[in-house]
């Protein structure tokens, strides 16, 4: 069995609206967070900035949290800006809901795959794994890692997933034997 990886290149874009030029990209630039005490509660936000004008904006983390209410590590992670935490953070479903922004994840990965070796034994099994949740569509990716059309791609995979929506989970597919692999 073949392994195949998506992985991340970059951070994706949002597709967030900009209050100043109404542009619908911003970039996390380099990743900061602003933590604000008010008492014994927090606010914790992730720094954004619109890719047309340059303005910043805030997207919450934390709203009023207590202080004790924080994990001292991801607390100091906040201050640190640890750039995990800044990638956790914006690939959160949660918080991008919340927010009101979407991940643009176009040019933000890539598909590592191994050489396939055409004396190995047909059927082909191949096995693709996410490192971060990229949606993509599966006959788009299969298309890529074997340099198939699309087309080919439907009449020579079988899988136990629609190869047209959209996926961000792993899977397995096998590929059946052709007239020639390109």
Same mark, same amino acid.
């Given at each position: ?10 951070? #994706?874009? %949002? +597709? ?5 030029? &109404? ?6 630039g380099e990743g900061r967070f602003r933590v604000n005490a008010n008492g014994k509660l927090l606010d914790v936000w992730l720094l ?5 004008? *340059? &303005?910043?904006? $805030? ?6 949290? +207590?202080?004790? +209410? =924080?994990?001292?590590? %991801?607390?100091? /992670?906040?201050?640190? *800006?640890?750039?995990?935490?800044? !990638?956790?953070?914006?690939?959160? #479903?949660?918080?991008?809901?919340? *927010? &009101?922004?979407? %991940?643009?994840?176009? /040019? ?7 050489? !396939? ?6 059927? %082909?099994?191949? $096995?693709?794994? =996410? @490192? ?5 569509? #599966? @006959?788009?990716?299969?298309?890529? /890692?074997?340099?198939?059309?699309? *087309? @080919?791609?439907?009449?020579?995979? $079988? ?7 959209p996926t961000s989970a792993g899977f397995t597919f096998v590929v059946m034997m052709g007239d020639s692999m390109n």
């Open positions: 069995m073949l392994p195949w990886i998506v992985r991340r290149t970059r951070l #994706p874009l %949002l +597709s967030l609206r900009c209050v100043d030029c &109404r542009s619908e990209s911003a970039t996390t954004v900035r619109c890719v047309s004008c *340059n &303005r910043t904006s $805030k997207l919450t983390v934390h709203e009023r949290a +207590s202080v004790r +209410s =924080f994990d001292p590590v %991801l607390l100091d /992670g906040y201050h640190a *800006n640890d750039p995990e935490l800044v !990638a956790a953070t914006l690939l959160d #479903p949660l918080l991008a809901r919340r *927010n &009101r922004y979407a %991940l643009d994840w176009q /040019g933000a990965w890539h598909l590592d795959t191994p050489p !396939a070796q055409l004396d190995e034994a047909w059927p %082909l099994q191949v $096995k693709v794994d =996410f @490192e971060d949740p990229v949606p993509v569509r #599966p @006959e788009r990716l299969i298309a890529q /890692g074997l340099r198939l059309s699309r *087309n @080919e791609v439907l009449r020579r995979i $079988k899988c136990d997933i629609s190869l047209r929506r």
